[in-house]
């Protein structure tokens, strides 16, 4: 079973950065399908960057051009880098990965993915 670990959330103010990262305990990523998803109370998930295993990227409209998404190979790490952050993007973020991706598959719909980390909070103050 893969087990997914994320890190780097926190609490900033408006404007301010942040870089999530994601590791797979030791396992090979590279043709792994992997994404960020994100959670507020009282809200449904919600997909925010994905990446394919050939580097293709897909970012919900609310964050493009803010948030980048990248796979270290070398170190097995997934990174959601978000930058000019807003009080709407505080929620808790989540990693997720399918080891047998798909091109079938839709990057930012949650049940693309069978594994999925435990969460780290972000949280944007104005």
């Known amino acids: 079973q893969v087990q997914l670990v994320e890190s780097g959330g926190g609490s900033v103010q408006a404007g301010g950065a942040l870089r999530l990262s994601c590791t797979a305990a030791g396992r090979r990523i590279g043709s792994w399908g992997m994404g960020w998803f994100r959670q507020a109370p009282g809200k449904e998930r919600e997909g925010v960057a994905a990446?394919?295993?050939?580097?293709?990227?897909s970012y919900a409209v609310s964050v493009k051009g803010r948030f980048t998404i990248s796979k270290d190979h070398d170190k097995n790490t997934l990174y959601l880098q978000m930058n000019s952050l807003k009080p709407e993007d505080t929620a808790m973020y989540y990693c997720?990965?399918?080891?047998?991706?798909?091109?079938?598959?839709?990057?930012?719909?949650?049940?693309?993915?069978?594994?999925w980390g435990q969460g780290t909070q972000v949280t944007v103050s104005s």
């Open positions: 990446i394919d295993p050939d580097g293709t990227t």
């Open positions: 997720a990965a399918d080891r047998c991706w798909s091109e079938m598959r839709s990057l930012l719909g949650g049940s693309s993915y069978s594994a």
